[in-house]
């Protein structure tokens, strides 16, 4: 690979690791809003809630869950950006 594609390269996993940060920083709000009373501050789960630790979950299945689950209708809204978001700062947890 020649000398600009190289760069090329560089930068786009440089805005990539920006990007992501930034999503998982905004996921951690959504998440301590409206998640966290009932799944736990660290998303370990919350046994009294009979609510599942939900660490590194994927937006594919917190997307299922919000819009299916009786427990989740408070939370059904929430826009696909958000639940990305979400994932993101989820996946942060593992
Ligand atoms: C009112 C309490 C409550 C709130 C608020 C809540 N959950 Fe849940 N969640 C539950 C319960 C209880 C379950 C267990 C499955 C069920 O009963 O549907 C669950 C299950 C899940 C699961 C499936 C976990 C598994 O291993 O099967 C995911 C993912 C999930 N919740 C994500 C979220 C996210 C993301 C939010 C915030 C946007 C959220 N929940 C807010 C109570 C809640």
Excluded: W
Excluded at 25 to 38: I, L, M, Q, W
Excluded at 48 to 74: C, E, L, N, Y
Aim: proline letters at 4%.
């Amino acid at each position: 690979m020649n000398k600009s594609g190289l760069a090329l390269l560089a930068s786009l996993c440089l805005f990539g690791s920006i990007t992501r940060a930034q999503d998982a920083a905004a996921g951690e709000k959504t998440y301590k809003a409206k998640c966290a009373s009932c799944h736990g501050q660290n998303a370990e789960g919350k046994p009294a809630m009979k609510a599942p630790a939900v660490k590194g979950k994927a937006a594919d299945d917190i997307q299922k869950q919000i819009t299916t689950s009786p427990k989740h209708s408070a939370v059904k809204n929430l826009t696909p950006a958000e639940v990305k978001d979400l994932a993101a700062y989820l996946a942060t947890l593992k």
